[in-house]
């Protein structure tokens, strides 16, 4: 049976785009339109749909709203589907990510048939893996709450001990359910952090800045996108560019190509993770959240294979258990742990010099 979406969005020119995309593929059915968050709510119980597909900005409800509406009475795993790569709007789209909303997808604004079939694969399989998504009942403290943005926090001063640690790279993968992972364990590490991150977060185009921008806001460390040639800082966190692969070379430095995709992605975890493992072996640290697919298995395993230390999340704190499970079916995890696990383990793992 095709996949059952209710759509929230005030745009007529949006709804009839997404309706024949989604309507097109056979696999989607898009059983319901709301112009607001309000409307929707009123729709949800006789409809029964699958997933929500829901946009930011909206009359009487905005998608904010609505998305803790939703997850506090009838969790249903929702994708934001917004045009808003604004710097001030990616930060309230990731504010939906922390009400409940499980994954983001840039808005189809085209106005050419022929451009549908190159977003409807990708929109339709997203949709189609939220549909077996658990999601949670979230309670807020109040009806009208809204989330605070918090200032983001001074770093603390590096060790000055002389001490170093045994871990020169710590590499982090992670996909569907991601921003959220990673959210909690960067808001968990120290400000003294001595070695460099590398992150590989499988996102839509256009919302990578936006991502970063969020993330700092609850990490006391800086976040950058990597550039080719430049050599990884301790305490610095790095995203490769937009759709870029990332690796090491053979100096130790970045370097980023636009080589063809490996398990469907680029950037991929997999190639960042292989050459982390080629130059720093056993001095390596690898993390692989929740995501769909297996991006990221083999590089773990070749972390593993190097000597180094690895960790998968847990099935249970998963959003999509697909890439660790990958990755635990090579042996590929010496640890499996819940997300809120991880950052204490990565610390005992880097800190013990």
């Given amino acids: 049976m095709p996949t059952r979406v209710l759509l929230v969005e005030d745009s007529l020119i949006a709804q009839a785009i997404l309706k024949r995309i989604l309507n097109a593929s056979g696999n989607v059915e898009v059983v319901g339109v709301a112009k607001t968050g309000l409307e929707a709510l009123s729709m949800i119980p006789k409809l029964n749909p699958d997933v929500i597909c829901t946009d930011l900005h909206m009359p009487q409800m905005d998608g904010l709203q609505f998305t803790y509406e ?15 790569v604004q710097e001030e709007d990616t930060k309230n789209v990731f504010a939906l990510l922390d009400a409940g909303a499980v994954d983001i997808f840039p808005k189809p604004l085209v106005q050419d ?17 939220l549909s077996g998504v658990r999601v949670f009942t979230r309670y807020r403290k109040s009806p009208t709450a809204v989330p605070q943005i918090l200032p983001m926090l001074p770093p603390m001063p590096l060790r000055t001990s002389g001490q170093s640690s045994r871990v020169k790279m710590v590499a982090i993968g992670a996909s569907t359910g991601g921003p959220q992972a990673l959210k909690t364990i960067l808001a968990a590490l120290p400000g003294d952090w001595p070695t ?15 991502l970063i921008d969020w993330l700092m806001l609850h990490c006391a460390l800086p976040i950058r996108i990597a550039q080719g040639g ?12 937009e759709q870029m692969h990332l ?3 053979q100096r130790g430095q ?13 950037p991929s975890v997999t190639v960042m993770m292989e ?12 993390v692989l959240l929740t995501g769909m ?11 593993a294979q190097a000597g180094g230390h690895t960790i998968a999340q847990n099935e249970a704190t998963s959003v999509v258990f697909g890439m660790p499970k990958e990755a635990i079916a090579l042996n590929g995890a010496r640890q499996i742990l819940p997300i809120d696990q991880i950052a204490a383990a990565m610390q005992r793992q880097v800190l013990a010099g």
């Fill in 247 to 249: 690796q090491m070379d």
């Fill in 275 to 286: 050459s982390v493992a080629r130059y720093y072996r056993s001095a390596a640290l690898g």
């Fill in 254 to 266: 970045f370097a980023v190509s636009a080589g063809p995709k490996v398990d469907g992605h680029r």
């Fill in 230 to 241: 430049e050599m990884p800082q301790g305490g610095v966190i790095y995203f490769p560019p």
């Fill in 293 to 303: 697919g297996r991006d990221g298995a083999d590089g773990l395993a070749a972390i």
């Fill in 113 to 129: 048939i022929s451009e549908y079939e190159a977003i409807q694969a990708a929109l339709v399989r997203k949709i189609q893996v």
């Fill in 70 to 84: 939703v997850m506090a009475k009838t969790p249903i795993p929702i994708l934001v589907i917004s045009a808003s």
């Fill in 196 to 210: 460099p991150v590398v992150i590989v977060q499988h996102i839509s185009f256009g919302f990578l800045q936006g």
